[in-house]
Nanobody
Framework: QLQLVESGGGLVQAGGSLRLSCAASGRTFSSSAMGWFRQAPGKEREFVAAISWNGGGTVYANSGKGRFTISRDNAKNTAYLQLASLKPEDTAVYYC???????????????WGQGTQVTVSS
């Protein structure tokens, strides 16, 4: 079992940057793929990025390619999402999730954090 706690959200101007962190407690973190998702008001939750168990593979949604970077530090049981060149449409609650698989597969994320709010002003 994993417990996930996100942090690092906040209010930022368009063009700015934020680094989100996802701290995990539990023995399976280092063997789990990690993903970031987001949900904007009135919209469904959407995939943002994912990273395999050892960081060797990453996947990004088109919305974040070239602007977002996912990473992880298994020694610290923490996953990160670096957000850059932020746009107002990036405003959402960002969630991290841990997969029961070691690589990214939609539908395999079974542990979720409580989310952290990112607000981008124009």
């Amino acid at each position: 079992q994993l417990q996930l706690v996100e942090s690092g959200g906040g209010l930022v101007q368009a063009g700015g940057s934020l680094r989100l962190s996802c701290a995990a407690s539990g023995r399976t973190f280092s063997s789990s793929a990690m993903g970031w998702f987001r949900q904007a008001p009135g919209k469904e939750r959407e995939f943002v990025a994912a990273i395999s168990w050892n960081g060797g593979g990453t996947v990004y949604a088109n919305s974040g390619k070239g602007r977002f970077t996912i990473s992880r530090d298994n020694a610290k049981n923490t996953a990160y999402l670096q957000l850059a060149s932020l746009k107002p449409e990036d405003t959402a609650v960002y969630y991290c999730a841990a997969s029961k698989s070691s690589v990214h597969q939609m539908g395999q994320y079974i542990y979720w954090g409580q989310g952290t709010q990112v607000t981008v002003s124009s």
